[in-house]
């Protein structure tokens, strides 16, 4: 059976290489052995070039947004949500799961809609992103994409709502400008801008957003598949120094690829799948063992 690290490094066994005759297994154990002795040693360095530390950090009020922004740095972000699992979709069970992932280290909650995120808000003591993704008739965007949705997220306490900022069609022909603008005038939430692409980043930036993260790179279009889009995350981060904070997310899978979009220039890095989908984790599991 392969180790925990095996599987959070990305490394798996599937077929022959599992059910392999003893004789096989002997002539393979050192060089297996070896090989995640390495995995395991580079991981240990990136964790330590990072200063990572696996305990829960405490969450206080903050009077403006540079404290805030400076409580998420170098931290990992867990997204907290349901789909595709019927059984969770509860705002008490996320609130459970992420009252363990905030005891794990998490130094903040991504959450999905204003009842998840009042229940997050209310049981644990670290910021919570929140989203609303909606299912309209009208547009291909579905994170958080309108004026009443930012604002239905902030007023049930998210710190920071996170939109879709892509250059899609919005519904209702609202602008992407004329949504921070008013989010602005009518909520004290700070505003993350979900990208695809540099240039979508850039104008985030230009209109004011807080943060760039960079979730939907590679589900915008052409639907890619595999590892994170680091590239984008640390072209992002040299182009913007420290002006603006570049969060990292989508497809991060391992804890190695966390350290790494670190050690590329991310402020922060947002996990979802990998730490709190249990259905989906299981069915990978099962579709290579069969």
Excluded at 35 to 42: A, G, Y
Excluded at 90 to 118: M, Q, T, Y
Excluded at 138 to 152: K, N
Aim: charged letters at 20%; one cysteine or more; proline letters at 6%.
């Amino acid at each position: 059976m392969p180790s925990f690290l095996a599987i959070a490094s990305g490394e798996g066994c599937a077929g022959d290489n599992c059910l392999g005759s003893s004789a096989r297994a002997e002539t393979k154990g050192k060089q297996k052995i070896k090989k995640r002795f390495i995995r395991f040693t580079n991981l240990t360095r990136l964790l330590s070039l990072t200063n990572a530390k696996v305990r829960p950090r405490l969450f206080f009020p903050m009077s403006g947004k540079h404290e805030l922004i400076d409580q998420l740095k170098g931290g990992l972000i867990v997204s907290c949500q349901a789909p595709p699992s019927p059984s969770l979709e509860s705002p008490e069970v996320l609130a459970s799961i992420a009252e363990a992932v905030v005891a794990g280290g998490a130094v903040a909650i991504r959450a999905d809609g204003p009842d998840n995120v009042r229940t997050i808000r209310e049981r644990t003591n670290v910021p919570v992103i929140g989203i609303w993704k909606r299912d309209l008739p009208d547009t291909d965007i579905h994170i958080t994409p309108r004026l009443e949705d930012v604002l239905a997220v902030s007023h049930a306490g998210a710190e920071i709502v996170a939109l879709d900022a892509t250059a899609r069609h919005r519904p209702g022909n609202q602008s992407l400008h004329d949504i921070v603008s008013q989010a602005r005038a009518e909520s004290s939430a700070l505003l993350m801008a979900d990208v695809s692409n540099f240039e979508e980043a850039v104008h985030a930036a230009e209109l004011g957003f807080d943060l760039v993260a960079t979730t939907l790179s590679g589900y915008v279009g052409v639907v890619e598949d595999g590892d994170p889009d680091l590239d984008l995350v640390e072209r992002l981060a040299s182009y913007f120094g420290d002006t603006w904070p570049i969060v990292a997310e989508g497809r991060i899978s391992t804890p190695a690829q966390a350290a790494e979009a670190l050690l590329r220039g991310a402020h922060a890095v947002v996990v979802g799948t990998a730490i709190t989908r249990p259905q989906v984790l299981t069915e990978a599991f099962c579709e290579v063992m069969r």
